[in-house]
């Protein structure tokens, strides 16, 4: 029963800002929370993840436009993207990384998606 639910999509213009949600429940600990984007006829791609404990990464075509980050409390992972651009279009998913009971395996679990749309 592990729910993953990102939020705050929508369209904006080049150069514009949004901040998208992760929002994860119904396990017993997470160790990852990842964002991956896929664009219509492309393959999904790895955006910007961040452990538990922090040290967040990105990939190379966001650094310095994106920030990630996390509320542990809240088991929340917010993605702000910044000076977006038309080649950032995608549908964005969040995938979590976590435990359902004490001593399971992690797996993984995803979002529904939310869509990111930037026009010229």
């Known amino acids: 029963q592990v729910q993953v639910v990102e939020s705050g999509g929508g369209s904006v213009q080049a150069g514009g800002s949004l901040r998208l949600s992760c929002a994860a429940s119904?396990?017993?600990?997470?160790?990852?929370m990842s964002w991956y984007r896929q664009a219509p006829g492309k393959e999904r791609e790895f955006v910007s993840g961040?452990?538990?404990?922090?040290?967040?990464n990105y990939a190379q075509s966001v650094k310095g436009r994106f920030t990630i980050s996390r509320d542990n409390a809240k088991n929340t992972a917010y993605l702000q993207m910044n000076d977006l651009q038309p080649d950032d279009t995608a549908m964005y998913y969040c995938?979590?990384?976590?435990?359902?009971?004490?001593?399971?395996?992690?797996?993984?679990?995803w979002g529904q998606g939310t869509q990111v749309t930037v026009s010229s």
């Open positions: 961040i452990y538990r404990y922090g040290n967040p």
């Open positions: 119904g396990f017993r600990y997470w160790s990852e």
């Open positions: 995938k979590t990384v976590c435990s359902t009971y004490a001593s399971s395996p992690y797996q993984d679990y």
